[in-house]
């Protein structure tokens, strides 16, 4: 791998395997938090793990809002989640507060310790009667599978909605935002973050986000259904 000089995407065979991270010269510091590697550089023989999770969702969101000075509400605990808290803490203005929902308190209680603008961990079951600004999808409702979970009820509670979920563009939360008028971010513009953190870092330059998220669309139009 150091020798042919490789770089890139790691696929989710590998980003699943936990012997992999062992076979790199070292991790980011995302990429060690969330315990997942979502691509590697290799500079100078050197190969490096990275996550683009977090950063990928938070360029997808400035697309639409800021989040400086908001009150967000964060669905999920996974490592998009974690990813985005972290993206979120390296900000220089931070958002007003975060609010966490999982469904279980078990895997959020630490996340509380670990931000301090993370103002109160919920189970899902509360959701409905939670507000904010930004409320953010960080888990796989709404993909494959049919979404009952978000309702007009708590759409209308917020002023952006963001979704992670990529097996289709409109999700039924993007279709909610849509029909209350709300400011909204889908799975395939995270989808174009995660891409353009990815380029960017391994090339060292720029990647204009227009053009790279015409060639997402073209992509996932194909492979998702």
């Known amino acids: 791998m150091r ?3 490789l770089a890139g995407a790691v696929t989710v065979g590998f980003e699943l395997d936990p012997e992999f991270p062992g076979l ?3 991790l980011d510091p995302v990429s060690r938090y969330v315990k997942r590697v979502g691509f590697i550089k290799n500079q100078n ?12 969702i938070l360029r997808a969101i ?9 009150n967000v509400v964060l669905v999920g605990s996974g490592n998009v989640a974690k990813g985005l808290l972290l993206a979120l803490n390296d900000l220089p203005e931070k958002p007003k507060s975060v609010q966490v929902f999982n469904r279980t308190l078990e895997n959020i209680k630490k996340l509380k310790t670990d931000f301090s603008f993370i103002s109160g961990v919920e189970t899902l079951d509360n959701l409905s009667k939670a ?4 409320l953010v999808n960080a888990t796989d409702i709404g993909g494959k599978a049919k979404d009952t979970f978000y309702t007009e009820s708590i759409i209308k509670n917020f002023e952006t909605v963001v979704d992670v ?9 993007i279709n909610l935002g849509k029909k209350l ?4 971010s889908t799975g395939w513009d995270m ?34 259904t």
């Open 131 to 134: 507000g904010g600004d930004i």
């Open 62 to 70: 400035q697309k639409v809002t800021e989040v400086s000075n908001k």
């Open 3 to 5: 020798s042919l000089n």
């Open 165 to 173: 979920t990529f097996e289709k563009e409109d999700t039924n939360l």
């Open 45 to 56: 023989g050197k190969v490096t793990g990275f996550y683009q999770g977090g950063k990928g």
């Open 191 to 224: 989808f174009t973050g995660q891409g353009q953190v990815v380029l960017e870092t391994i090339l060292d330059q720029e990647i204009d986000w227009d053009i790279l998220r015409k060639h997402v669309v073209a992509g996932l139009s194909q492979v998702v």
């Open 181 to 184: 008028g709300k400011k909204y």
């Open 24 to 26: 790199l010269d070292g």
